[in-house]
């Protein structure tokens, strides 16, 4: 099993969708957790941070799901430019595990 | 802010040449990161640098690859001899004080043939 796992999608979704994915990790005693995007042929940017508490950042919600050991990535109101590639990390003692990613594509 | 610059943005080199890539990190960062990128094995943390020092580089593969940061703003990845299979995109990252919240490098693209 990976320490990281990812469906790799794509995720074809209308615009103006919810959708949501997640990312499952295998250590229980993973520390922090984070979303990045990457668009194609560029650099991954960071997201946004999960906190214990799950966290909101306009129409993209985070969560964390500690029981079962995933973090999982809502977007509202889906818009064309959400087509990227989405990669979770998860940080184990200082050491940073990525996930493979899940391709999202918003179709008009 | 200019952000993290990466040269070359392309390279192209035979099997066996010596290739190195370079790196600028952001003024001020005290974390430098560097990553390899492929479609069969994603994003690949290499090594990673804390105020110029070496913290962790369990992920560089082999003794073939070898990273350095003389100072503060520069550093280097270097592949001698570079094998076909090291064909990637290379990026380089830094953060500020955290560990998490890096910045990446628009990546250099390398092709050994």
């Known amino acids: 099993r990976k320490e990281v796992e990812q469906d790799p999608g794509p995720f074809n979704v209308p615009e103006g969708a919810t959708v949501a994915f997640n990312c499952t990790y295998s250590?229980?005693?993973?520390?922090?957790f984070f979303w990045y995007r990457q668009d194609c042929r560029k650099e991954p940017k960071l997201l946004m941070s999960?906190?214990?508490?799950?966290n909101e950042d306009g129409r993209f919600t985070a969560q964390l799901n500690r029981a079962s050991q995933y973090i999982s990535l809502l977007i509202r109101d889906s818009k064309l430019s959400d087509s990227a590639t989405y990669l979770c990390?998860?940080?184990?003692?200082?050491?940073?595990?990525w996930g493979a990613g899940t391709k999202l594509i918003i179709k008009p | 802010d200019a952000g993290v610059i990466q040269s070359p943005r392309h390279e192209v080199t035979e099997m066996g040449q010596e290739v190195t890539l370079r790196c600028k990190p952001i003024?001020?960062?005290?974390?430098l990161f560097w990553y390899r990128q492929t479609m069969m094995r994603g994003l690949e943390l290499l090594i990673y640098?804390?105020?110029?020092?070496?913290?962790?580089d369990s992920g560089m593969p082999e003794d073939r690859f070898s990273a350095k940061m003389p100072n503060a703003s520069f550093s280097t990845l270097k592949i001698q001899p570079s094998e076909p299979r090291d064909s990637a995109v290379y990026f380089c990252?830094?953060?500020?004080?955290?560990?998490?919240?890096?910045?990446f490098g628009p990546g250099t693209r390398l092709t050994v043939t």
């Open positions: 250590n229980s005693a993973s520390q922090s």
């Open positions: 990390v998860v940080n184990l003692n200082y050491q940073l595990i």
């Open positions: 990252a830094s953060s500020p004080k955290d560990l998490y919240e890096q910045y």
């Open positions: 999960v906190y214990s508490s799950g």
């Open positions: 003024s001020g960062h005290d974390y």
């Open positions: 640098f804390n105020n110029n020092v070496p913290i962790d």
